[in-house]
């Protein structure tokens, strides 16, 4: 069973790939910087809406921070920017669950065959 401190871990290192500071995740996710601190240090329970919105934010399947083992198809982003815009930054995240999901299905196609 996954621990709060467990899940925190996967939570802070999910925000840090998406490229977030602790700062900008909470304003995005409407909350204060010290309940992002606690929740990433499993300092307590975090309710579904929020984890959802804290998957959808940093690019995320949910089910990516409840598997044991993630050998999830990684997929990093780079590139350089001046100023990073909140719409940029959603669009980014949102890119990089499509391309999970057609690694996750590219996997699927491979077992089947």
């Known amino acids: 069973m996954l621990t709060h401190a467990e899940l925190g871990?996967?939570?802070?290192?999910?925000?840090?790939?998406?490229g977030l500071?602790?700062?900008e995740a909470a304003e995005n996710l409407n909350?204060?910087?010290?309940?992002?601190?606690?929740?990433?240090k499993g300092m307590g329970p975090i309710d579904t809406v929020l984890l959802k919105k804290m998957a959808d934010l940093y690019?995320?399947?949910?089910?990516?921070?409840?598997?044991?083992?993630?050998e999830e198809f990684d997929v990093?982003?780079?590139?350089?920017?001046?100023?990073?815009?909140?719409?940029?930054?959603?669009?980014?995240?949102?890119?990089r669950k499509i391309l999970v999901n057609i690694g996750?299905?590219?996997?699927?196609?491979?077992?089947?065959?």
Not at 76 to 95: C, G, H, M, P, Y
Request: hydrophobic share 40%; glycine share 4%.
């Open 9 to 18: 871990a996967k939570l802070k290192e999910a925000r840090s790939i998406s």
């Open 21 to 23: 500071k602790q700062q």
């Open 31 to 40: 909350i204060g910087r010290q309940k992002l601190i606690s929740i990433e």
């Open 59 to 70: 690019g995320f399947a949910l089910d990516h921070f409840f598997e044991e083992d993630n």
């Open 76 to 95: 990093k982003l780079a590139f350089r920017v001046a100023d990073l815009e909140e719409d940029d930054q959603q669009t980014i995240n949102w890119s």
């Open 104 to 113: 996750i299905l590219n996997e699927i196609c491979e077992e089947l065959n």
